[in-house]
């Protein structure tokens, strides 16, 4: 049984004025899949993400989203947006709502829940992430990891078909850093398709099925985590995860 | 009378507004910076009779005050009933209050660190002052100045009340007294755009030029 | 009685009217004002180019000229050209609120544009549409921050008031100014009313201060 292709970008191009990010990217995501994107700063893997979740349309390529392409069928982008769960560097928590008034948000406004479905489904998702106690707690009250899990726990209330996540750790010390790889290794276990761009090497060796490396906006080869660590094909993937991982 | 021969009548008000504006802008403008330093600086009860002035003024109508004066004073002190000076007083020591808060605000968003690095080089505090505080406070200071004086220039008009011959004294006469009803008030207003917009849009751009010059 | 202002005994109900009319002048411009300034920001935040200029030509004009020649003229001024005819309390309750709207409009503006732009990328990852984002992100939390900046308005607004003597409104100043004249005593007169100002505006202030507390969410806005 093959398992579909839910997210693909098809020679996604983007194109500051002159300046070229993204140069003819591949990538296909199926259900079920963890793919985790890992390159140097300035490589584009978090404007790829973007294109991806379609937060920004590409200068160029497909976005092909469960068989349709996004842009050119004139797609309603808000609704498909919704299916397309973001996870940013910032938790971005809405500062007015509590946590639980953050999750609920979305089931309610676009998804067109009660409010007695959009609770329960936050209070899910709360306990997903392991912080149902702090339902009514604002974001200021939170940590950065707290506020993290929040975030990733508002962007599955929507039933994504697929997460994205770009790089959900890079702004918290290392502490804070562990709560969150955990809720998104657990997650990743039960199945969630994930995009994930990353440093976090241990969590891609755990539950990821492929790392991509990406490299002056392309994508320079894909393996499965083991082998791409101790096998990198690519001189820069080498000299990369040399640095990344230390001398091993 | 036509529109430009009612311009030209206007315009005789002009020296009064312009003289009111600047004069309790000046008189601001020293007292200001006076009552900054005793706010910020000067022993407790000092600092706090300071604050209680600005509160005064904050709280209370300037026109009020210019009634105060020539009204009040006026019975005894000869000075107050000059409805001239009576307006440029009350304007001038709002404007005290006001700009000590623009001041304050200035000197205290010089950052800390700055004032430590002067003092670890073996700097004193009034040299501090000179060298370090008031020339950054100055730079910050120059939009509200600028917003100050476009204020000053608009509550001008409050003379009129008491008599003053400026530009609103004048477009009232051309109502009062020739039945015009629209065009001096256009004339009028137009006339205090064109005098307030200039000089508060320099101030404003000076200062965030300046700004960032120095990254302030 | 304290000596000197045995006037109030005969006065003070004088002075009380002329100071519920100060206080509903400002009510009306303030609320009035309130309306008025968030459709004008959020012209100049979302509208097209057109709208912009239409705003900010509104505002240039309303706070670049006093408020005086702004009352004059719309209580001769516009009758004469439409014919309408109307009193002082309403062409000058009309020319507060277009007076306040253009001021106000700075500090909500200013207010949602405050709002982290990170937050309206995340809800639009939720799919959120734009009308759903100003509804619910951004709306209710620029007017939590704009509290702070709107009680300066609240005070200049309640200290103008005292311009609306020249159109022949009995507000507080007007009825000073009746109040000394009859009794000679200007000295005691305009320093009651000025006592009474100033009351009035800093009990307005706390009240503010209060319900903002109120209202604070931990972690949005500043301390007043």
């Not at chain 3, 719309?74 to 309750?93: C, E, M, N």
């Amino acid at each position: 049984m093959s398992s579909e292709t839910i997210l693909e970008g098809q020679d996604i191009w983007k194109i500051y004025g002159s300046l070229e990010v993204l140069r003819g990217v591949n990538i296909s995501i199926r259900r079920g899949q963890t793919k985790v994107i890992i390159g140097p700063s300035g490589s584009g893997k978090s404007t790829l993400l973007r294109i991806l979740g379609l937060l920004e349309p590409p200068t160029r390529g497909r976005v092909v989203f469960k068989g349709r392409d996004v842009y050119s069928e004139g797609l309603d982008l808000a609704k498909i947006r919704s299916k397309i769960g973001f996870v940013f560097q910032q938790p971005s928590l809405f500062r007015h709502l509590t946590a639980l008034e953050n999750i609920k948000l979305g089931p309610k406004l676009v998804l067109g829940m009660s409010e007695k479905e959009a609770e329960r489904r936050a209070r899910e998702m709360l306990k997903l992430v392991h912080l149902e106690e702090f339902a009514d707690y604002y974001p200021a009250q939170l940590s950065g990891g707290q506020q993290q899990r929040v975030a990733i726990a508002r962007a599955l209330a929507m039933n994504p078909d697929i997460l994205l996540l770009d790089e959900p750790t890079a702004n918290l010390d290392i502490e804070l850093t562990w709560e969150v790889i955990e809720v998104m290794e657990e997650l990743a276990r039960k199945g969630i398709t994930m995009l994930v761009v990353t440093h976090e090497i241990p969590f891609a060796r755990e539950v990821a099925d492929e790392i991509c490396f990406i490299s002056d906006g392309v994508i320079q080869e894909c393996n499965e985590p083991e082998e791409m660590i101790r096998n990198p094909q690519t001189p820069r993937a080498r000299i990369f995860l040399k640095r990344l991982l230390g001398e091993v | 009378m036509s529109i430009v021969s009612d311009l030209f009548f206007i315009l005789n008000g002009i020296t009064a507004t312009i003289s009111i504006s600047f004069l309790s802008f000046g008189i601001g403008f020293l007292l200001g910076i006076l009552l900054a330093f005793i706010r910020l600086y000067a022993p407790k009860p000092a600092a706090l009779l300071g604050d209680a002035y600005v509160k005064l003024f904050l709280g209370v109508p300037v026109l009020v005050f210019m009634l105060l004066f020539h009204f009040g004073f006026g019975q005894f002190i000869p000075l107050f009933k000059s409805a001239y000076f009576s307006s440029v007083f009350a304007l001038g020591l709002r404007s005290g209050a006001y700009q000590s808060q623009i001041f304050k605000a200035a000197i205290n968003s010089i950052p800390r660190d700055q004032l430590l690095a002067a003092r670890a080089l073996g700097l004193t505090d009034s040299q501090i002052l000179r060298h370090v505080v008031l020339p950054q406070a100055f730079i910050v200071a120059l939009p509200g100045l600028g917003s100050e004086i476009a204020l000053l220039i608009k509550d001008s008009a409050y003379a009129f009340i008491l008599g003053v011959l400026d530009i609103t004294k004048y477009a009232d006469i051309l109502r009062a007294a020739y039945r015009e009803f629209v065009t001096p008030y256009v004339l009028a207003a137009m006339l205090y755009i064109v005098l307030t917009f200039p000089i508060a849009n320099y101030l404003d751009k000076l200062g965030s030029r300046l700004k960032k010059k120095y990254a302030l | 009685m304290i000596p000197g202002l045995e006037f109030l005994e005969e006065w003070y109900s004088f002075i009380l009217r002329g100071f519920l009319i100060t206080v509903e002048m400002t009510s009306i411009g303030l609320a009035g004002g309130f309306v008025l300034g968030s459709l004008l920001a959020l012209g100049d935040v979302y509208g097209g180019r057109l709208v912009r200029v239409i705003v900010n030509s509104y505002v240039e004009f309303f706070r670049g000229s006093p408020l005086i020649i702004q009352l004059l003229f719309f209580y001769y001024g516009v009758p004469a050209i439409t014919g309408v005819k109307w009193s002082a309390y309403t062409a000058g309750a009309i020319t507060l609120i277009l007076n306040s709207g253009a001021y106000q409009k700075g500090y909500i503006k200013g207010a949602i544009e405050g709002v982290p732009k990170d937050q309206i990328v995340a809800a639009q990852a939720l799919g959120l549409t734009n009308w759903q984002i100003l509804r619910h992100i951004v709306l209710p939390q620029a007017y939590r921050i704009v509290i702070p900046a709107w009680t300066n308005e609240l005070v200049a607004l309640g200290k103008s008031t005292s311009a609306l003597l020249i159109i022949g409104v009995g507000e507080l100043t007007s009825a000073a100014m009746t109040v000394s004249a009859l009794t000679f005593k200007p000295l005691e007169v305009y320093t009651v009313i000025a006592i009474l100002y100033f009351t009035w505006l800093y009990s307005s202030l706390k009240i503010t201060e209060l319900v903002y507390k109120k209202v604070r969410i931990p972690g949005l806005g500043e301390e007043i």
